[in-house]
Every structure is written in structure tokens, then in C-alpha cells.
Nanobody
Framework: QVQLVESGGGLVQPGGSLRLSCAAS????????VGWFRQAPGRQREPIAT???????YYSDSMKGRVTISRDSAKNTLYLQMNSLKPEDTAVYYC???????????WGQGTQVTVSS
């Protein structure tokens, strides 16, 4: 497993933007899959965006077109740029990594994102 530390959450008004960061303890470019999930109160954790080692990306329908996942291999950091945020995007956002195929999942501690006027 790998240590993941998220940052960048906070309170933002509807229509605003946030960029989440996730600092990894290992070489993020070599991880099998990395990504972002979120969990709203009373709801299951759901994937938002993932990136495979090949660079192939997945985006959930709920946020497609409003989020972009990216990584800085030199800094071992994963990012999630979120735009046009809505109140329903309020949730705890988690960074995720699978170091290699069939390896245990690694999760960050989560960062709260609140979209409210």
C-alpha cells in the first residue's frame, strides 16, 4: 500500500472551482490505477475520475465535463480540477490508488468539499 494525503477542499459557492491535490508516498506514474472518489452523507462512496497506468481516463456521468484528473509524476501528486460546482457535489473526496494489479486498495483520509452560497 501507499500513503495518500489529500488537500484543497473547502467551502465554495455554486458555480465555483476547486483543485484537489493528493500527495503519494510512491511513484504515482507507476501505479496501476489512481483516482478520486467521493462520499456524501448517507450515500455510498462513488468514483468520480480514474486514471490507469496507460493514461486512460474514466469520468463519472455525474461530473463529466466539469472535472479533470491529472498527475504530476515529478511531484508524485494527483490532481482533480473541479469546475461549475453544484450543491449536490458536496461530499468528502477521497484519493485512491492501486499500486499494482490485484494489490490492496490505498485511500487517503479524505477532504471535505462543501458547495453552498
Amino acid at each position: 500500500q501507499v500513503q495518500l494525503v489529500e488537500s484543497g477542499g473547502g467551502l465554495v459557492q455554486p458555480g465555483g472551482s476547486l483543485r484537489l491535490s493528493c500527495a503519494a508516498s510512491g511513484s504515482i506514474a507507476n501505479f496501476n490505477v489512481v483516482g478520486w472518489f467521493r462520499q456524501a452523507p448517507g450515500r455510498q462512496r462513488e468514483p468520480i475520475a480514474t486514471m490507469a497506468i496507460s493514461g486512460r481516463q474514466y469520468y463519472s456521468d455525474s461530473m463529466k465535463g466539469r472535472v479533470t484528473i491529472s498527475r504530476d509524476s515529478a511531484k508524485n501528486t494527483l490532481y482533480l480540477q473541479m469546475n461549475s460546482l453544484k450543491p449536490e457535489d458536496t461530499a468528502v473526496y477521497y484519493c485512491y490508488a492501486q499500486v499494482k494489479f490485484n494489490a490492496p486498495d490505498s485511500w487517503g483520509q479524505g477532504t471535505q468539499v462543501t458547495v453552498s452560497s
